[in-house]
């Protein structure tokens, strides 16, 4: 069953909006082309300097810092109830006199589905995403003098059970280290291609297989857990799946459940390619902690994760009021420029909105690298 609650799992699923409309009704009423400057007011305003609190030890300072209103994402109390255990880590590497270090997976690709985006380079929304990221890294330097870095763990690797050939994530991978050089987030942003991780380690494909056989026996043995996470996952490994050849009025339909032949038999295709796909991404979940991976590149390092759960540290990727994730559609700012969301593609040209399309002149994308509302 499709759900929009948010998952211990997966970032929640959003449905569309639109899809009843079968034809475009925005307007795209100005195209204007903008080099980095233009950019950077808006990037300090939905990616502002986070300011610790004044009080408390250095490890308490650093951990209020993701307990604040605007860096909080999911529950307070999955970070609280492992105040301690985030407390000794942090301390530990105080006394280390170590660099903070923290993980995040996430940024696999632009998703392959022409009713969420027509690009394929990553564009504004990551930008604010990662600078998010990198103002809490700098945040925890200004408490802790040798610093901060978040390893950011590209999950290209995901297109393995997405239907998304391995170039089509290369070129956002590339596309993300030119944006974290452009917008001077290298002193806080670690990229690793999560593809080229795995690559480097031989027995991760091995774990991975044999992971997906023993969650394929707790599904069919009816295990509760094993089916809340394939349930919660499904909607969203359908919606990501890609469909190349299929017409945007088809797949819109077949989103939709119109009922019509053509739509159903495309629906039911993807729901079984999504089933076996969500098997694939649990089991590469499993094997990643297994075989401890991120820890291989990233020792001592503290998790961070939009999927909010107990020992993980939620962060909100971007700021409110935008609830999907930015590889998943296009970035949206309103007319004065004081709020930005994503939205699907399709929704924002359903919504007789007018546009100014804007572009970024280091863009390798031809498509705009944002929106705003006139």
């Not at 980095?36 to 004044?54: G, H, K, N, Y």
């Amino acid at each position: 069953m499709m759900t929009e609650n948010t998952s211990p799992y997966i970032f929640p699923f959003h449905p569309f909006k639109h899809l009843e409309i079968a034809e475009p009704n925005s307007e795209i009423v100005a195209t204007e082309i903008w080099d980095i400057d233009r950019f950077e007011p808006l990037l300090d305003r939905f990616a502002p300097t986070v300011r610790p609190e004044a009080d408390g030890t250095p490890a308490e300072r650093i951990l209020a810092i993701f307990t604040s209103d605007e860096i909080l994402f999911g529950e307070k109390a999955f970070i609280e109830s492992w105040r301690d255990h985030w407390i000794a880590k942090i301390e530990a590497l105080i006394a280390a006199r170590r660099p903070v270090d923290f993980t995040i997976l996430g940024y696999p690709f632009k998703m392959p589905v022409p009713l969420k985006t027509n690009r394929r380079c990553a564009d504004f929304g990551e930008a604010v995403s990662l600078a998010r990221l990198a103002a809490i890294a700098r945040a925890v330097s200004g408490i802790h003098a040798p610093g901060a870095r978040v390893h950011v763990f590209t999950e290209g690797a995901f297109g393995a059970f997405n239907d998304v050939d391995r170039a089509w994530s290369d070129r956002y991978f590339a596309s993300l280290e030119t944006m974290v050089a452009a917008f001077g987030l290298e002193d806080a942003i670690v990229l690793h291609d999560l593809n080229v991780v795995v690559d480097e380690t031989p027995e991760f494909k091995s774990v991975w297989s044999e992971i997906e056989g023993e969650i394929e026996k707790r599904r069919d043995a009816g295990d509760p857990a094993t089916l809340k996470a394939l349930g919660d996952a499904l909607p969203v490994r359908f919606h990501n799946l890609s469909n190349f050849g299929v017409g945007e009025d088809l797949l819109r339909r077949a989103y939709l459940d119109d009922g019509s032949a053509d739509a159903d038999a495309l629906r039911r295709n993807i729901m079984a390619r999504a089933k076996t796909g969500v098997v694939s991404y649990r089991a590469f979940l499993e094997a990643r902690d297994r075989i401890g991976l991120l820890e291989r590149y990233a020792p001592g390092a503290l998790a961070m994760t939009v999927s909010p759960r107990a020992g993980r540290l939620g962060v909100r990727p971007l700021p409110a009021p935008s609830e999907i994730l930015p590889y998943h559609g296009v970035p949206v700012l309103t007319p004065d420029r004081s709020q930005m969301r994503i939205e699907y593609l399709w929704d924002l040209m359903g919504s007789k909105a007018s546009l100014t399309a804007v572009h970024w002149s280091g863009d390798s994308d031809n498509n705009p690298f944002m929106y705003i509302e006139v």
